[in-house]
């Protein structure tokens, strides 16, 4: 089973960046989809970005399009998410998670329930 670990969240002002990591220990990320999720407090985990670890295909929730970036870096196990253009609305809880072995995830409708080995999270706060 893969252990995820998710790195780089912090405090940052509105219009910032920061660059999220997920690295994976165990065993690999391919052949299955790795998803970014956000969650605030009292609210239930949303979908941010998913790349197919295969493929390269990538899916952006609509309220991060052109903003977000998802990438894999297969040599070192990671995907990375690049966040610019931070707004307030951004600070939440992120999350990096594996499609469940098993499941049949579509990148135009993902949710977290197909997703599994969830991280410890990272704290994203923007200040505006």
């Known amino acids: 089973q893969v252990q995820l670990v998710e790195s780089g969240g912090g405090v940052v002002q509105a219009g910032g960046s920061l660059r999220l990591s997920c690295a994976a220990s165990?065993?690999?990320?391919?052949?299955?989809?790795v998803g970014w999720f956000r969650q605030y407090p009292g609210k239930e985990r949303e979908f941010v970005a998913a790349?197919?670890?295969?493929?390269?295909?990538?899916n952006y929730a609509d309220s991060v399009k052109g903003r977000f970036t998802i990438s894999r870096d297969n040599a070192i196990k990671t995907v990375n998410l690049q966040m610019n253009s931070l707004i307030p609305e951004d600070t939440a809880v992120y999350y990096c998670?594996?499609?469940?072995?098993?499941?049949?995830?579509?990148?135009?409708?993902?949710?977290?329930?197909?997703?599994?080995?969830w991280g410890q999270g990272t704290q994203v706060t923007v200040s505006s």
């Open positions: 998670a594996q499609q469940i072995p098993g499941t049949v995830v579509s990148l135009g409708k993902i949710s977290p329930a197909d997703f599994g080995s």
């Open positions: 165990g065993r690999t990320f391919s052949p299955y989809t």
């Open positions: 790349i197919s670890w295969s493929f390269g295909t990538t």
